[in-house]
C-alpha cells in the first residue's frame, strides 16, 4: 500500500473488536489521504484499507454524476454501475441526505440486488463544501442485521475525511 509516498506492508490494527478498529483505522486513513489530491486515488485506497481491516462482502463509492450515483472504487464482486435518485438503498440515502442501516435488505422497499448474497447493508452520505450530497459509500455484508451506530459513527467519521475531495 502506498502510504505518505512510501511502500508500507499494510495497516496497523490494534484493540480487540468493532470500536477498537475504527479507532486506530481512522487516523491511519487521514494519514493516507492527507497529502492526495485526486478524488478516485482517494476513494481506491480508503475502500482498501476498509475492506483490509473489515473483510466486509462488499464496500465501494458511488459518485453523483447529474441524475445518477455512478460507480466508483470498491471491493468486491461486479456492482451495479448506475443507481438513479431515491432508488434503492444508496439512492434513498443520497435523496433524504441521511445515514441508512438496513439489518436485512429483502425488507427494504426497491432494494437493488446487485448480489443475491447480500444481506445488511450501510450507506453514509458524503457531502460536498456546500453541504450538498456528492457520493456515498456503500457497504454490504453476507451477514444480516450486520451493522449498527458504531459502524454508522466511524464510516459518517470516515466520509468527513474525504469532504474536501467534492
Not at 3 to 32: C, H, N, R, V, W
Not at 64 to 78: R, T
Not at 99 to 104: A, E, K
Amino acid at each position: 500500500m502506498w502510504f505518505m509516498g512510501k511502500m508500507t506492508e499494510g495497516l496497523t490494527i490494534t484493540g480487540t473488536g468493532k470500536k477498537d478498529y475504527y479507532k486506530s483505522l481512522l487516523p491511519q486513513i487521514k494519514a493516507l489521504i492527507e497529502d492526495e489530491n485526486d478524488l478516485i486515488a482517494a476513494l481506491a485506497n480508503v475502500s482498501a484499507a476498509l475492506a483490509y481491516v473489515f473483510k466486509w462482502w462488499w464496500i465501494g463509492f458511488y459518485i453523483v454524476k447529474e441524475d445518477q450515483l455512478v460507480l466508483g472504487p470498491f471491493q468486491g464482486q461486479i456492482a451495479c454501475s448506475r443507481i438513479d435518485f431515491g432508488r434503492g438503498v444508496c439512492g434513498t440515502a443520497w435523496k433524504e441526505n441521511r445515514t441508512i442501516i438496513v439489518p436485512d435488505v429483502e425488507k427494504f422497499p426497491g432494494h437493488i440486488a446487485c448480489s443475491s448474497l447480500s444481506k445488511s447493508e450501510i450507506v453514509v452520505p458524503i457531502h460536498n463544501r456546500f453541504g450538498t450530497v456528492a457520493g456515498v459509500l456503500d457497504v454490504d455484508s453476507e451477514y444480516p442485521e450486520y451493522f449498527d451506530a458504531t459502524d454508522a459513527d466511524y464510516l459518517e467519521e470516515t466520509v468527513k475525511l474525504l469532504n474536501r475531495f467534492f
